[in-house]
């Protein structure tokens, strides 16, 4: 077992409290104008996955899955139930953040795979080939806010694969770039699982997900609806809602 | 405690190099800069102050240098360590690191500031005539420790507080320059009774900048007390400033 959950469940917060200074919190305090609305993102939760599996997480805007790949990455504490990792764990939520844009492609190479959690030894390593992945030779010593968006994600997707960490995630990572980068890190995915790492895949194209995926969850409103080994079944279920067939 | 020191090394060094690449990277002067933007402010206090609080102080441009060197550490350290959390926001919101380090890597920025000004400070004191460089400079080596350990208390404070009110910027602001005229920079309290000269010392970096003064120009070793006050500010605000992290860690995701 590498990765295992058991009845995660994340409060999340919003309102009027973000970007406000403490004369505004006070007046709205004082007006009773004051609004925080908590809500469970994510609810009930359980699933757990071996070496080697890729978990594609299905679900509408809204439903909870970048909620939960925060919990899974460690970024969240799970409000409730608890959350069990092995191994070393890299996540790709919203590519091409955390970037620094005043530093080169190098130096953001460098600051993104110690954030990663590896050494120096093994960034010194492993450069060459990440930077040869994505196909950035020219750009080395550029500041980073030069590069294109596709650029970007290209870099990002490279640091994250090439790094072979035990856990991969992967938030709409594979829609950007274009179309021969695309197929070059979809066979990259194939290998990094074919090597026994663990994925999770966030995807909106539904296609991908079927072709690529082992697991199944799939989260509506918060809820876990099915988790299972049946890609296809799910999926096709998972359209039937779409289209509007049944109601949840 | 160790472990994660160890796991973490790489990237507090990488943090500490992009914070120092991004501040002297686009400025000619560099470092340079750092090192002069103290001595102008010292050239100016001097030119202004001299007549009016020199002729009771000896060694007075040393004894405006001591205030100098420690509250542009204070200010720069704690100014910085504020925006540490919000500016970094970027990455703890995507990938999962301490938050604690990137306002320690904008403090060894500061503090690395802040020795080179010491150095250009200690010249001043050899050339000052009268103010032999003694052994005991030495125990300078306390109160920088102290301030150091009450910046990063501050720091911590300042940045959880910058998290939740953005205007903490404003009032910190204002605080820092009211802070400055309550640390005899550039006067001295001796004019004062003698308890209004013990409010002094309720204010730390006026504790810390004159452990300064006693060692460089009177040549006195402050007592076991003063050292234990010195210790108690820096301790007693990294306590608090820990207790706050610890409370609020999870939360400053919502705030951002």
């Known amino acids: 077992m590498i990765l295992e959950l058991h009845d995660v469940a994340v409060r999340y917060i919003t309102g009027d409290f973000k970007e406000i200074g403490i004369k505004e919190y006070v007046m709205r305090k004082l007006k009773h104008n004051y609004t925080v609305r908590e809500f469970w993102a994510v609810d009930g939760v359980s699933f757990s996955l071996e070496k080697g599996d890729m978990l594609g997480i299905i679900g509408t805007n809204g439903a909870g899955k970048s909620t939960l790949l925060k919990a899974v990455s460690g970024i969240m504490e799970p409000t409730k139930g608890r959350v069990k990792r092995e191994g070393t764990i890299a996540a790709l939520l919203e590519l091409g953040s955390g970037f620094d844009g005043d530093l080169t492609v190098k130096e953001n190479t460098y600051l993104r795979g110690a954030m990663l959690g590896y050494t120096r030894k093994f960034m010194d390593e492993t450069y060459r080939d990440i930077i040869d992945f994505a196909e950035l030779e020219e750009y080395e010593d550029r500041p980073f806010k030069q590069l294109s968006s596709g650029m970007k994600s290209r870099l990002a997707f490279s640091i994250a694969s090439l ?18 980068f695309r197929k070059k890190s979809e066979n990259k995915m194939r290998e990094i699982i074919g090597g026994g790492a663990t994925t999770i895949l966030v995807s909106h194209s539904l296609e991908q997900v079927r072709e690529m995926c082992s697991k199944i969850l799939w989260l509506h409103k918060g809820r876990q609806i099915e988790f299972g080994p049946d890609a296809e079944g799910i999926c096709d279920r998972y359209q039937d809602f779409l289209d509007g067939k049944f109601k949840l | 405690m160790f472990q994660k020191m160890k796991k973490y090394r790489f990237l507090f060094e990488e943090l500490v190099k992009r914070d120092f690449k991004k501040k002297y990277k686009r400025t000619v002067l560099g470092m340079l800069w750092s090192i002069l933007s103290p001595l102008l402010t010292l050239a100016v206090m001097a030119l202004v102050f001299s007549q009016f609080f020199g002729r009771s102080t000896e060694h007075y441009v040393i004894y405006l240098f001591c205030g100098n060197l420690l509250f542009s550490y204070f200010s720069d350290a704690t100014n910085g360590g504020m925006r540490s959390l919000i500016g970094n926001a970027g990455i703890f919101t995507k990938v999962d690191v301490p938050k604690y380090m990137f306002l320690l890597s904008r403090n060894v920025q500061a503090f690395i500031n802040f020795v080179l000004t010491l150095a250009v400070f200690l010249i001043f004191v050899i050339v000052e005539p009268g103010l032999p460089l003694r052994w005991s400079f030495l ?4 109160p920088i ?10 720091g911590m404070v300042l940045s959880a507080l910058y998290v939740f009110f953005r205007d903490v910027e404003y009032l910190y602001g204002v605080f820092t320059m009211l802070l400055m005229y309550l640390s005899a920079i550039f006067y001295n309290i001796s004019a004062y009774p003698l ?13 810390y900048i004159r452990y300064f003064r006693k060692i460089v120009i009177e040549n006195d070793i402050p007592e076991p007390g003063f050292h234990l006050l010195c210790a108690f500010y820096a301790l007693a605000m990294l306590g608090i400033g820990c207790w706050m992290y610890k409370k609020y860690n999870h939360r400053f995701l919502y705030y951002v």
């Open chain 2, 195 to 207: 308890k209004i000269q013990y409010l002094f010392y309720a204010n730390p970096i006026y504790v």
């Open chain 1, 163 to 180: 790094v072979r960490p035990d856990i991969l995630i992967l938030d709409e990572v594979l829609s950007v770039g274009d179309g021969a």
């Open chain 2, 145 to 154: 420790a102290c301030i150091t350990v009450f910046n990063i208390g501050v």
């Open chain 2, 139 to 142: 125990l300078l080596l306390y």
